[in-house]
């Protein structure tokens, strides 16, 4: 009999439920249903500190190919401070391997991003068989050329962008989007591409107001009344990214505490300099939430059965990744600790550029 414990951990996306079902499936399909259980830990890390888990049968398994969210609940545990104890003195990894150990598991498969694989691979380094699989609509993740969620998110953003063009052409404003991503641009980029964006501002592209204005104005010019702008939630400005740490965080303090974000800011100097009407437009975590797209749902099947072959080949201490369109393994040490982040002189920018699009830096 076959235990393997499973988890959903960090911020959720629109895919896990069905990476799940992919793993579930594989194992029963692998070592019959009588031939394995399965432990799903609630709350992810933390269900598996505090021995809070669910025992599941094929069933909590079915009808979740269009179910965004997760089953299981997921939290989010810094790695920053898995070594320190929780408020009443318990040693989180301790507890880790002690629920592992005490439901003599087999496998503990997570389900993450950046943060949470960090952690994979601490449990890992621990002696425990670990399996990760690469979650997050930031798609930045190293190891993996996407992360499920991803897709689901571009689209609830295009949406969001296409929504924002027929509003933005009927009075002549100015609009900006303002997109999830953490310190990654890849979800502003694609969406912002897919959408029509005439400006997108991502932080691996620090922009410049003057450019900027300059776009809207063009845009003006040539007769259109309207401008979209694509910004990132973590778009950075030249000023502030020419500052030494300590200075940027102050400054990033500094607009945090006048604005609700920094779309904000960066609308305020529009209406400043040009005196047109601009609105901000904040999807926040509509982008993480509803239905999986079909990529992500073929993405996320494939990912979760490769994670039950590798279960039964023995082949722990992996995330399971796709490049080139195959299905992968790397190794968890070299995932942990690592951004995957846009590359500002790579092919999609310069196409984006031959599309007329700005990035607010020329
Ligand atoms: O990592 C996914 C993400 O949605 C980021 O894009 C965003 O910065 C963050 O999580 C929001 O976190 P929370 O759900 O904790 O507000």
């Not at 809070?52 to 790695?79: A, H, Q």
């Amino acid at each position: 009999m076959k235990r393997i414990g499973i988890l959903t951990s960090g911020g959720d996306c629109q895919a896990l439920n069905v990476t799940m079902r992919g793993v579930a499936k594989g194992l029963y399909s692998i070592y019959g249903r009588e031939g394995v259980e399965i432990f799903g830990f609630i709350d992810g890390y933390k269900g598996l500190m505090y021995e809070d888990y669910r025992k599941m049968t094929p069933v909590d398994f079915s009808g979740l190919l269009t179910v965004g969210g997760t089953i299981l609940g997921s939290s989010r545990t810094p790695f920053k401070l898995i070594r320190e104890p929780d408020e009443n003195g318990l040693d989180k990894v301790e507890a880790m391997k002690y629920t592992y150990r005490r439901l003599r598991l087999d496998c503990l498969v997570v389900l993450g991003g950046n943060g949470s694989q960090k952690t994979a691979n601490l449990l890992s380094e621990e002696g425990l068989n670990v399996i990760g699989l690469p979650k997050t609509i930031d798609n930045d993740l190293w190891g993996t050329d996407t992360t499920f969620g991803f897709q689901s998110a571009i689209a609830v953003a295009t949406d969001v962008i296409d929504c924002i063009h027929t509003t933005a052409s009927s009075h002549n404003r100015i609009f900006l989007v303002e997109i999830m991503g953490h310190k990654a641009g890849w979800l502003t980029l694609n969406a912002g591409i897919a959408g029509g964006a005439d400006i997108i501002l991502i932080p691996e592209i620090p922009y410049n107001i003057d450019s900027v204005i300059k776009k809207v104005e063009e845009r003006s010019r040539s007769g259109h009344g309207f401008t979209i702008l694509a910004v990132a939630e973590g778009a950075i400005s030249q000023e502030v990214a020419a500052m030494d740490k300590k200075e940027r965080k102050k400054a990033l303090a500094k607009i945090a505490k006048e604005y609700p974000s920094g779309s904000y800011e960066i609308a305020a100097k529009i209406t400043e300099r040009t005196g047109k009407e601009v609105r901000v437009t904040v999807p926040g975590h509509m982008q993480r939430g509803g239905v999986p797209c079909a990529y992500d749902r073929v993405l996320s099947s494939r990912l979760g059965t490769t994670a039950a072959l590798e279960i039964s080949k023995g082949n722990f201490g992996n995330l399971v990744a796709i490049h080139d369109h195959k299905i992968i393994t790397v190794p968890l040490k070299e995932v942990a600790g690592k951004l995957k982040t846009v590359d500002p002189t790579g092919d999609i920018i310069e196409e984006a550029r031959l599309l007329g699009i700005s990035f607010g830096d020329d």
